[in-house]
């Protein structure tokens, strides 16, 4: 069992084998990290090659002339703020290839879906991976890869970068019966009629989660495969035009009850279902700041994190969604201007806490079930 620096340590002195998880190389880069010992060997035996760095065999193998080392080290944690470079692209790259990405949610949902009569696609406006990562529930950090703001995270989630919704797609595996609850009044937003365009005249406004549970209850038994999207508001309405501060405890229990509670409808209504939980975004919380972070723009702008636009600012990095839109968001810990006084998180740019969102898996064979 051994820790990054353990690890390091070791590796130091000989070539080490080592199972790593995914980010690892971040707190490792001062080595040579190979996948495989014939991929090692090759550079080993090479009469030619130069090695500049000491070696780790990022492998499931074994060898009798390298030590075997099992790491421990959790590198989805908020010191990632410390190793990562938030505006550097090839930095976002390797996060991409090594986390699920949230363009690709749509598609693992479609490829994890088989027996089940019942989904449910809960998607929560403003939820950090780091706030539930101790709850107990199936729990899988998810990277955002884009803008970390509310509308293209929508839309990530449902169309995965294309013209198809979940609900569209899971109606080629016969999911023709569909609810959609949400807090925003359809008609009203553009991205609520959007998200749900599919959907017909299933969907419902809901003031609160239980209005959806009881709407399931009371239309039992469902007689087809059944989709169910539920739109739920986290810690987003928490973090801005708040004179007191939010509690983050209090919010993230009521989630787990919410989730508690749907489990037990479903497991009501069929032996075989499965929920996914995630979130558009995350929130960067005044707490996660440095005492005084650095402000890199002079002019007063509308949001504390991002700008609408491609626009040349230091520390910052340009996306584009999947309608051309484009934003520039900053890495941490830079922000466009001070905080207001009644703002106590932000998001829309690029950090641990904003990036880094959760996919909660709840099924009839889940341990938290």
Not at 59 to 85: F, M, S
Not at 170 to 180: I, S, V
Not at 181 to 208: C, P
Not at 311 to 318: N, P, Q, V, W, Y
Request: proline share 5%; net charge negative.
């Amino acid at each position: 069992m051994a820790t990054f620096d353990t690890i390091a340590e070791r590796a130091r002195d000989t070539p080490i084998i080592s199972v790593l998880p995914p980010l690892a190389s971040f707190y490792l880069n001062e080595f040579a990290i190979y996948r495989s010992q014939q991929e090692f060997h090759r550079d080993l035996y090479d009469p030619d090659f130069l090695f500049e760095q000491d070696v780790i065999l990022d492998a499931d193998d074994r060898h009798p002339d390298y030590p075997r080392i099992d790491c421990t080290a959790d590198p989805i944690t908020p010191v990632l703020d410390e190793v990562v470079e938030w505006d550097n692209r090839e930095h976002h790259d390797r996060i991409r290839q090594g986390l699920l990405r949230q363009s690709n949610l749509k598609e693992y949902i479609l490829n994890t879906v088989s027996t089940e009569s019942l989904v449910v696609l809960v998607i929560v406006d403003g939820l950090s991976y780091d706030s539930v990562r101790s709850l107990d529930f199936d729990v899988q950090p998810v990277i955002v890869d884009g803008i970390t703001t509310t509308e293209p995270g929508f839309r990530r989630i449902i169309y995965g970068g294309d013209k198809m919704s979940v609900y569209a797609a899971l109606t080629d595996k016969e999911f023709y019966n569909t609810y959609g609850f949400t807090y925003w009044k359809r008609g009203q937003e553009d991205l609520s009629t959007e998200l749900h365009s599919a959907m017909g005249k299933s969907v419902y406004r809901i003031n609160d989660f239980d209005q959806g549970l009881t709407q399931l209850q009371e239309d039992q038994p469902l007689h087809e495969k059944t989709y169910v999207q539920i739109t739920r508001m986290g810690f987003d309405q928490d973090s801005h035009n708040r004179k007191e501060k939010p509690n983050h405890d209090a919010v993230r229990d009521s989630l787990a009850t919410d989730l508690n509670e749907l489990a037990d409808v479903a497991a009501g209504i069929t032996d075989d279902f499965r929920i996914f939980v995630t979130a558009d975004h995350g929130i960067l919380w005044r707490d996660h700041l440095p005492d005084d972070p650095p402000v890199v723009c002079e002019d007063w702008k509308d949001h504390a994190r991002f700008v609408e636009g491609d626009k040349d600012l230091a520390h910052g990095m340009t996306e584009q969604d999947a309608d051309r839109d484009t934003a520039t968001g900053l890495a941490y810990p830079y922000l466009t201007r001070e905080l207001k006084n009644t703002e106590w998180g932000v998001h829309g740019g690029f950090s641990y806490h904003e990036s880094v969102v959760p996919l909660i898996e709840i099924s009839n064979n889940s341990d938290s079930k």
